[in-house]
């Protein structure tokens, strides 16, 4: 065929793709008619009488602002906790996310909501279209469900392959901005932030390419900000609901899905079982109080959906609640601050704050991914022009080791192909062994100027203790940086069956490739990242 009538079919086409476009606005006259299925009325409850609560009533007072947190450190018991909780849920379960990905563990655990919703739960499902880059994920299924609803927040309104990404180049300021936030919220008392989003990479550790990351379990009062937050974007005019995407009214593929669940009880029969026997153990640990919480008091923050909307000068000019909250914690620490950042580019003014916190008195130990482990080289492409100055400060700074066996508490084989490999996926901080920050933002300019991200500030000695020292712990597989005498980066780090340290005078488990791409990448402009 040759390539004048290729262009003329496509041309031709055209109309034909403007057939699959959905709404971008609720203020879309598509919508009219829209009655949600989950309203405030499923909220009228007391969050503080349902059995979730119950179980730690001596703890929980509804009018002293008392929240109990718990670390989530690794993939499995991140999930696992999930679906206990989905199991435990009585009233309302609320799930927000950037990236679901349609994979095993995804279905397994939309699985565990439709079980949920069959018991009368009602459930909110709130994905970022980028995220999901697909308006046929099962999850948007479940919308048919009388007690689930499903939206898609931020969408791309020509669903099209072919016109997908082009439609960039016309509504780059939106379309560039995404919803980072991620909520797990259970019957309005209990909720799990961090950095993990929805797929197997984040839960499961054989995968080739797996998220090293945290997340925390919170109950209490801290859950109803979170709650106002979800509410926040659920109603915002970016939020469209899945009944107007095609793919998600499809009868026969919700039978399919249905069919797929099923069969996974009937030819699993004894992974099945096993998987609920750990579930159940779970629930019984929460209820018996088995859990390790540590008491004391929060805030969750939040940036607001108009976030995407603003301009790209409003953008960078844009100081929000989380930006201002940062500062104000570095400004009131007198001694130690402990960061586990998966991308960390501080920007010139950050750089200089730190520089002069660590000249006060201040130290900070930071972790960061190296160029091997990282899946964002461009990211890491800025950070070096960092790394030097707040090494020369006297800050201490590693680089987390590319392989599989920095999963806590894993041991792997080191010998690994690049395709497998673990990537530092966390966003945590530690001010003066007392105050704890985790959540979705990342110190980096994609963060504080275009996404919208959530974290949670927590005040307690003892939660403070044991992130630090989760920190600590991965400073033990990661790569110690630091600077020879003409100021270039040197790598010290042990692997296990090492009895002397290895030292590297270039990346660790990198190939020249790899090095050469990071220096294109630093290419691009640094708030473009």
């Given at each position: 065929?040759?390539?004048?009538?290729?262009?003329?079919?496509?041309?031709?086409?055209?109309?034909?793709?403007?057939?699959t476009?959905?709404?971008?606005t609720?203020?879309?006259?598509?919508?009219?008619?829209?009655?949600?299925?989950?309203?405030t009325n499923?909220?009228?409850?007391?969050?503080?009488?349902?059995?979730?609560?119950?179980?730690?009533?001596?703890?929980?007072?509804?009018?002293?602002?008392?929240?109990g947190?718990?670390?989530?450190?690794?993939?499995?018991?991140?999930?696992i906790i999930?679906?206990?909780?989905?199991?435990?849920?009585?009233?309302?379960?609320?799930?927000?996310?950037y990236?679901?990905?349609?994979?095993?563990?995804?279905?397994?655990?939309?699985?565990?909501?439709?079980?949920?919703?069959?018991?009368?739960?009602?459930?909110?499902?709130?994905?970022?279209?980028?995220?999901?880059?697909?308006?046929?994920?099962?999850?948007?299924?479940?919308?048919?469900?009388?007690?689930?609803?499903?939206?898609?927040?931020?969408?791309?309104?020509?669903?099209s392959?072919?016109?997908?990404?082009?439609?960039?180049?016309?509504?780059?300021?939106?379309?560039?901005?995404r919803?980072?936030?991620?909520?797990?919220?259970?019957?309005?008392i209990a909720?799990?932030?961090?950095?993990?989003n929805?797929?197997?990479?984040?839960?499961?550790p054989?995968t080739?390419?797996?998220?090293?990351?945290t997340?925390?379990?919170?109950l209490?009062?801290?859950?109803?900000?979170a709650t106002?937050?979800?509410?926040?974007?659920?109603?915002?005019?970016?939020?469209?609901?899945?009944?107007?995407?095609?793919?998600?009214?499809?009868?026969?593929?919700?039978?399919?899905?249905?069919?797929?669940?099923?069969?996974?009880?009937?030819?699993?029969?004894?992974?099945?079982?096993?998987?609920?026997?750990?579930?159940?153990?779970a629930?019984?640990?929460?209820?018996q109080?088995?859990?390790?919480?540590?008491?004391?008091?929060?805030k969750?923050?939040?940036?607001?959906p108009?976030?995407?909307?603003?301009?790209?000068?409003?953008?960078?000019?844009?100081?929000?609640?989380?930006?201002l909250?940062?500062?104000h914690l570095?400004?009131?620490?007198?001694?130690s601050?402990?960061?586990?950042?998966a991308?960390?580019?501080?920007?010139?003014?950050?750089?200089?704050?730190?520089?002069?916190?660590?000249?006060?008195?201040?130290?900070?130990?930071?972790?960061t991914?190296?160029?091997?482990s990282?899946?964002?080289?461009?990211?890491?492409?800025k950070?070096?022009?960092?790394?030097?100055?707040?090494?020369?400060?006297?800050?201490?700074?590693y680089?987390?080791?590319?392989?599989?066996?920095?999963?806590?508490?894993k041991?792997?084989?080191?010998?690994?192909?690049?395709?497998?490999?673990?990537?530092?996926?966390s966003?945590?901080?530690?001010?003066?062994d007392?105050?704890s920050?985790?959540?979705?933002?990342?110190?980096?300019?994609?963060?504080?100027?275009?996404?919208?991200?959530?974290?949670?500030i927590?005040?307690?000695?003892?939660?403070a203790?044991?992130?630090r020292?989760?920190?600590?712990?991965?400073t033990?597989?990661?790569?110690?940086?630091?600077?020879?005498?003409?100021?270039?980066?040197?790598?010290?780090?042990?692997?296990?069956?090492?009895?002397?340290?290895?030292v590297?005078?270039?990346?660790?488990?990198?190939?020249?490739?790899?090095?050469?791409?990071?220096?294109?990448?630093?290419?691009?402009?640094?708030?473009?990242?």
């Amino acid at each position: 065929m040759s390539l004048i009538k290729k262009v003329a079919i496509w041309i031709l086409a055209l109309p034909l793709m403007g057939c699959t476009t959905v709404p971008t606005t609720t203020n879309d006259t598509r919508l009219n008619g829209y009655t949600p299925k989950v309203t405030t009325n499923d909220f009228n409850y007391n969050p503080y009488k349902t059995p979730i609560a119950q179980y730690y009533a001596t703890d929980l007072k509804q009018d002293n602002e008392t929240s109990g947190a718990t670390l989530i450190d690794d993939g499995l018991s991140a999930f696992i906790i999930r679906s206990a909780f989905a199991r435990m849920a009585t009233k309302t379960i609320d799930l927000q996310t950037y990236i679901y990905s349609n994979d095993f563990t995804s279905k397994v655990l939309i699985g565990e909501l439709k079980n949920a919703a069959d018991r009368g739960v009602k459930i909110r499902i709130l994905l970022d279209d980028y995220g999901t880059k697909s308006d046929i994920v099962d999850v948007t299924l479940l919308n048919q469900h009388p007690n689930i609803e499903v939206k898609i927040f931020n969408t791309v309104a020509n669903r099209s392959k072919l016109l997908y990404y082009p439609q960039f180049l016309t509504d780059f300021n939106r379309l560039n901005s995404r919803m980072h936030n991620k909520l797990f919220i259970v019957d309005n008392i209990a909720y799990i932030t961090g950095g993990r989003n929805v797929g197997s990479n984040y839960f499961y550790p054989e995968t080739a390419s797996n998220f090293s990351d945290t997340d925390v379990l919170f109950l209490g009062d801290m859950t109803r900000y979170a709650t106002m937050s979800f509410n926040e974007y659920w109603n915002h005019h970016l939020a469209i609901p899945a009944s107007v995407f095609p793919k998600a009214k499809s009868k026969r593929a919700m039978r399919k899905l249905e069919k797929t669940f099923a069969n996974l009880e009937e030819h699993s029969t004894e992974n099945v079982r096993r998987y609920n026997t750990i579930i159940s153990m779970a629930i019984r640990d929460f209820k018996q109080k088995k859990f390790d919480f540590s008491w004391g008091r929060g805030k969750f923050l939040a940036d607001p959906p108009e976030k995407v909307e603003m301009t790209m000068t409003e953008k960078e000019n844009y100081r929000s609640d989380i930006i201002l909250a940062l500062q104000h914690l570095w400004n009131k620490t007198k001694n130690s601050v402990y960061m586990s950042a998966a991308y960390f580019v501080p920007g010139q003014g950050g750089l200089e704050h730190m520089l002069q916190e660590e000249k006060s008195g201040v130290h900070m130990t930071i972790v960061t991914n190296s160029l091997a482990s990282t899946n964002a080289p461009t990211v890491y492409a800025k950070w070096e022009k960092y790394r030097e100055q707040l090494i020369q400060s006297g800050a201490d700074v590693y680089e987390f080791m590319v392989s599989a066996e920095n999963l806590r508490g894993k041991e792997h084989d080191r010998e690994r192909k690049q395709s497998s490999f673990s990537v530092l996926h966390s966003k945590t901080m530690v001010f003066d062994d007392n105050i704890s920050w985790i959540g979705s933002f990342n110190l980096d300019p994609r963060s504080a100027y275009y996404n919208t991200e959530n974290v949670a500030i927590f005040e307690s000695a003892d939660f403070a203790d044991k992130l630090r020292e989760m920190i600590i712990k991965d400073t033990q597989t990661s790569w110690r940086v630091t600077l020879n005498k003409n100021n270039k980066p040197v790598w010290t780090g042990s692997r296990p069956g090492d009895t002397t340290p290895r030292v590297h005078k270039h990346a660790p488990d990198t190939s020249i490739l790899r090095r050469i791409w990071k220096n294109i990448c630093n290419l691009i402009p640094e708030k473009f990242v």
